[in-house]
C-alpha cells in the first residue's frame, strides 16, 4: 500500500504559478511511475501529466505542454508538478497517482494509488 499526500495548492492570478507536492509513503517510491491529473467541477477527471520511475521519461497534456513541468525525488520521496502561465482553465481539484510499473502513463485506469487532492483555483 502507498500513501499519497499532496500539498501546494491556493489561490493565484492568471499569469502566476504554484507547484505542487505529493508525498509517498508506506512502500518504495522509486518503484512506481507517477501522474497527476485534475478534476473540474462537473467535469470527469483528466490526465495532466506522468513521469517514470526515474524520471527519465516525462509526459504532458496538450493543454499543458510548455507551462506545467513533472518532477521527482526519490530521496524525498517526492513528485512535484511545476505549473506556471496558469489560466482560469486550470482550476481544478489536483491529484498525484502512482502504478507499480516502471513506465509512465496518461491512462486514469492504470493508477492503483491515489491522493486525496488539492485544490487549485485560477482567478481571471
Known amino acids: 500500500q502507498v500513501q499519497l499526500v499532496e500539498s501546494g495548492g491556493g489561490l493565484v492570478q492568471a499569469g502566476g504559478s504554484l507547484r505542487l507536492s505529493c508525498a509517498a509513503s508506506g512502500r518504495t517510491f522509486s518503484n512506481y511511475a507517477m501522474g497527476w491529473f485534475r478534476q473540474a467541477p462537473g467535469k470527469e477527471r483528466e490526465f495532466v501529466a506522468t513521469?517514470?520511475?526515474?524520471?527519465?521519461?516525462?509526459d504532458y497534456a496538450d493543454s499543458v505542454k510548455g507551462r506545467f513541468t513533472i518532477s521527482r525525488d526519490n530521496a524525498k520521496n517526492t513528485v512535484y508538478l511545476q505549473m506556471n502561465s496558469l489560466k482560469p482553465e486550470d482550476t481544478a481539484v489536483y491529484y498525484c497517482?502512482?502504478?507499480?510499473?516502471?513506465?509512465?502513463?496518461?491512462?486514469?485506469?492504470?493508477?492503483?494509488?491515489w491522493g486525496q487532492g488539492t485544490q487549485v483555483t485560477v482567478s481571471s
Open positions: 497517482a502512482g502504478r507499480s510499473s516502471y513506465f509512465d502513463s496518461s491512462s486514469l485506469n492504470e493508477y492503483d494509488y
Open positions: 513521469i517514470n520511475r526515474s524520471g527519465t521519461s516525462t
